[in-house]
Nanobody, 113 residues
Framework: QVQVVESGGGLVQPGGSLRLSCAAS????????MTWNRQAPGKSREVVAV????????NYADAVKGRFTITRDNAKNTGYLQMNSLKPEDTAVYYC??????WGQGTQVTVSS
């Protein structure tokens, strides 16, 4: 049974940082592309960052380039999203996706003073 679990969300002031984690089990994590996605209230879910199965290739949405960093530790079956210089418009539920098929339950990120 595949499980994907996000953690690390919370309330942070503008300009602050958070690190999200995505722990996967029940599959060979190192075989799959991983993405971080987000959905703000009233908006569609969007991809914010992508990392290749081995971790050597990454890509980012324009809105987060230079501020967010996606990484993974295949030995720990875990992916990460380091978010710096957070803005109120980054407020959303953040979801991890593994292999295109497996989603976590999401973790809330709120950026507010």
């Amino acid at each position: 049974q595949v499980q994907v679990v996000e953690s690390g969300g919370g309330l942070v002031q503008p300009g602050g940082s958070l690190r999200l984690s995505c722990a996967a089990s029940g599959l060979t994590f190192s075989r799959y592309v991983m993405t971080w996605n987000r959905q703000a209230p009233g908006k569609s879910r969007e991809v914010v960052a992508v990392i290749s199965s081995g971790g050597s290739s990454t890509n980012y949405a324009d809105a987060v380039k230079g501020r967010f960093t996606i990484t993974r530790d295949n030995a720990k079956n875990t992916g990460y999203l380091q978010m710096n210089s957070l803005k109120p418009e980054d407020t959303a539920v953040y979801y991890c996706n593994v292999g295109g098929d497996y989603w976590g339950q999401g973790t809330q990120v709120t950026v507010s003073s």
